[in-house]
């Protein structure tokens, strides 16, 4: 890649936390067969409930992680957020 930055996917550690955070989703999120009414009012035969992830330590741990892998790729560090 140009500069030598690796990209977060390359790396074993992201690739890692990426399989496990998958798994957490399987797990705890993910519910297939329902019949559920979405906010737009469209209905749906699954859902994932992102808060059932991020609320729980490991998969919060996970993600910010993950963000941080992909801050990380930029040529220059971000200097502020919002």
Known sequence: MPGGVK???DRPDT???RAR???LI???AYRDGLDITLASG???DF???GKAVTLHPEGLNLVARLILDELEAFPESPRSAG
């Open 47 to 49: 859902y994932v409930n």
């Open 26 to 28: 399987r797990e705890r």
């Open 7 to 9: 990209r977060p996917d």
């Open 21 to 23: 955070l998958t798994e």
């Open 42 to 44: 469209k209905r749906s």
């Open 15 to 17: 690739a890692a936390r």
